[in-house]
């Protein structure tokens, strides 16, 4: 069984007031890609890893990859307008005897290896999967300023990554969706709009995204003192 990771780094991070594209800022000397490349290389069940890069920054940073990594399964590919051509790029680029494709944020740090396994292991019986957290704040409809209604959290979740699809699957559906210009917030979207069944995972709590500075520096303060070392 062939398992890819494709993670998905093509991103601006307007949210973070820097410079440096968010997945590039560093931690402890470390672009913060590193970190979340670090889940998938060293997994024993991930057969290859793509990643999608700026085009403005794939010739700088294959070279710091490769120096970083030494191996041969990492491939570089470039990033689209959006996250869903980033992962239509990758999609392109996989063997054509790939099994699963498990599609991962690049600013995602702290999944565990034991969640990738237990995704991959539902992916086995079930072809598409995606990892979840409960919600834990009570959730309000609101219009203008003005509530309109709490809605029950009880049948809702927080969508994570990665998210595990048979790779035939989610080929066709971006196939699909490109030929009529669809665009999903998330690849289990897709998924849904044509009428397939995804499954979903609770994981850990901690596999959050960094998407403002406040992540950052919660990310900086968990990664300087090994704060999730039982994820490791």
């Known amino acids: 069984m062939k398992n890819i990771a494709i993670i998905t780094a093509g991103g601006s991070g307007k949210r973070i007031k820097s ?19 670090d ?30 990594y030494k191996t041969n399964i990492i491939s570089i590919t470039v990033g689209g307008m959006q996250r869903q051509d980033s992962v239509y790029n990758a999609l392109l680029i996989c063997p054509e005897d790939t099994d699963f494709v498990l599609i991962h944020d690049g600013v995602r740090p702290f999944i565990s290896k034991k969640d990738i396994s237990l995704l991959i292991n539902n992916a086995l019986k079930k072809n598409a999967v995606i990892l979840i957290s409960k919600i834990k704040n009570t959730l309000k409809e609101i219009r203008d300023n003005i509530v309109l209604k709490t ?8 969508a994570l990554t990665p998210q ?9 559906c971006h196939d ?3 030929k009529i210009g669809l665009y999903c917030t998330d690849d289990a979207a897709l998924l849904e709009h044509f009428g397939y069944i995804v499954s979903t995972l609770e994981c850990s709590s901690h ?14 303060l968990i990664l300087k003192n090994n704060l999730l070392k039982e994820d490791n």
Request: proline share 5%.
């Open 19 to 37: 410079k440096t594209k968010k997945q590039f800022i560093e931690i402890m000397n470390r672009p913060l890609l590193f970190w979340t490349i």
């Open 39 to 68: 889940k998938f290389v060293h997994h024993p069940e991930i057969d290859q890893i793509i990643i999608t890069l700026p085009n403005s920054e794939i010739k700088n940073y294959k070279k710091i990859i490769e120096q970083e």
């Open 151 to 158: 809605v029950p959290r009880e049948f809702l979740a927080n």
């Open 164 to 172: 595990i699809f048979q790779y035939k699957l989610i080929k066709q």
């Open 176 to 178: 699909k969706a490109k």
């Open 207 to 220: 596999n959050f995204k960094i998407t403002d500075q406040f992540d950052l520096e919660i990310a900086e």
